[in-house]
């Protein structure tokens, strides 16, 4: 049998995931950890309620239900490739509705970002790219690049390990793999990924959930 290159592709996991109440835990769990992780690198990163914010991967809104109160109404938008999941997200998470259009959660199964308007101002995608080979980052970023002219900075976690390395058990336990999920890449190909798709690439030495990575991006 074939191995899925994610867990997350696995036809019907979502619908078995949300069927159980497990919109948080498909996400990863660590709930108000990750989200408040989340947010306190965007504001460090710069970010402030005019700034309009893509959330990548948004999944059940663990990082929307404290990015939304904070942003000016209408200025947080999610994709995920499930719509289900943000729609639980939306529904049971978050507390100021009105605060955010329904509209704005965008499905996105190939990091397209349709429907998302050109002024988006910051970007994150966190614990997205740690369960996909890495040409998908290498593609997103090029696309988030050209379809957003006023960006001014992504944060992106990966997981690394040096060149060659096989299983690797990371600083927080999680053992990753260079050729199937969790992901790990090495330092020198996510520099050489960001600065092909017109990035320049920071990371920050942040203890972060899972002993990911931080790389801000400008």
């Not at 109404?73 to 605060?99: C, I």
């Not at 080979?133 to 970023?141: Q, R, T």
């Not at 990753?176 to 320049?200: L, S, V």
């Amino acid at each position: 049998m074939t191995r899925p290159i994610s867990p997350y592709l696995v036809p019907g996991f979502y619908d078995r995931e949300l069927a159980r109440g497990r919109h948080r835990d498909i996400v990863g769990g660590r709930w108000d950890e990750t989200g408040e992780a989340q947010m306190r690198v965007l504001l460090e990163a710069g970010l402030q309620p005019h700034h309009r914010l893509l959330d990548i991967g948004c999944g059940s809104l663990r990082l929307g239900c404290k990015a939304v109160p904070y942003l000016d109404p209408g200025n947080y938008w999610g994709t995920d490739q499930s719509a289900d999941l943000m729609q639980r997200g939306y529904e049971l998470e978050l507390a100021e509705k009105d605060r955010l259009s329904p509209g704005q959660l965008i499905e996105d199964a190939g990091f397209a970002y349709p429907a998302i308007p050109d002024s988006i101002d910051f970007a994150i995608a966190w614990g997205v790219f740690t369960h996909l080979p890495a040409h998908f980052l290498a593609g997103a970023l090029s696309r988030l690049r050209a379809r957003f002219p006023a960006l001014q900075t992504a944060l992106v976690t990966v997981f690394l390990a040096p060149e060659g390395a096989g299983a690797t058990r990371q600083r927080d336990g999680v053992v990753t793999h260079p050729d199937r999920p969790p992901y790990h890449i090495t330092p020198e190909a996510m520099q050489d990924m960001a600065q092909a798709a017109g990035f320049t690439a920071e990371a920050r030495a942040d203890r972060l959930p899972r002993g990911q990575v931080l790389f801000i991006l400008r």
